[in-house]
């Protein structure tokens, strides 16, 4: 599954989306909830010049 975000530059999260499903909603909404959880991340460098840092995050999901 496939995710995008964006980082703020204060840290918060903004923007999730789901661009590649992993077929099972389940996971999907865990993956998002894992990215959300994380709100918010540290601030951005002081001497990073951009507003804000896309993301995008690959999650492998396999069953043993």
Do not use: C, W
Request: proline share 5%; aromatic share 10%; hydrophobic share 40%.
């Amino acid at each position: 599954m496939v995710l995008t975000f964006d980082v703020e530059r204060d840290g918060h999260i903004s923007n999730t989306q789901i661009i590649q499903s992993s077929g099972i909603e389940e996971v999907d909404r865990s993956a998002l909830r894992a990215v959300l959880a994380s709100n918010p991340l540290g601030p951005l460098p002081a001497d990073y010049s951009g507003g804000k840092v896309s993301v995008q995050f690959y999650f492998d999901f396999q069953r043993h």
